[in-house]
């Protein structure tokens, strides 16, 4: 079921649809969005890391433990192009190793850039936005690492292979995560018919 007033699962997206989304942000949510899909991060992990979390060599982004729901520190590699971008950021923005990448600019805070990373309440009410004007209903920030999981599973990753991504401490709690289409399940399981004899 679809997320609908803050109940059920988010919605899971196409690459088009986040495409899409990306293209109807600022510059900032665009690569805090595109960081959420590649890294299947959550929202609270994301909107928070620092320059120091990137690796431009590697190209790996480290989740620090304080920030993660299971208080243990998560490595995972980022979309080139993805981190790229993101450099481009910190170095137009002048940001220093402790700064946030994804800063407050709000007028009315006295916070310098890099000072005081935004709120997750905030980039929930961007990309919320953003979804509507799209035309993507029951969408949350939930939707970028729900959807990136997915996509992971129906290109033949295997569940562990996922959970090395997600973060996830057991297979139960990802399987929540993954969305499975009924239609597309049972197209699959008629074709086999055609192989099987009786």
Not at 66 to 75: A, E, H, L
Not at 118 to 126: A, I, L
């Amino acid at each position: 079921m679809s997320k609908t007033n803050r109940s059920g699962q988010s919605t899971v997206i196409n690459q088009k649809q986040l495409e899409q989304l990306c293209s109807n942000l600022t510059e900032k949510y665009s690569l805090l969005a595109q960081l959420m899909y590649f890294s299947a991060g959550r929202v609270s992990e994301i909107s928070t890391i620092k320059v120091r979390n990137l690796n431009f060599t590697s190209g790996w982004l480290t989740i620090e433990k304080g920030n993660t729901k299971t208080k243990q520190t998560r490595q995972v590699p980022i979309h080139p192009s993805t981190l790229e971008h993101l450099k481009q950021w910190i170095n137009t923005n002048e940001l220093n190793n402790d700064d946030y990448i994804f800063f407050t600019d709000s007028r009315n805070t006295t916070f310098k850039k890099g000072e005081k990373s935004v709120s997750v309440q905030g980039v929930d009410q961007k990309l919320r936005h953003a979804f509507d004007f799209i035309g993507v209903q029951g969408a949350s920030t939930h939707t970028m690492r729900r959807s990136r999981l997915t996509h992971l599973l129906k290109g033949g990753w295997d569940l562990r292979e996922i959970m090395m991504i997600s973060g996830h401490k057991t297979l139960a709690s990802l399987q929540q995560y993954l969305h499975v289409d009924q239609t597309e399940v049972f197209k699959k399981y008629q074709q086999l018919f055609a192989s099987e004899l009786i």
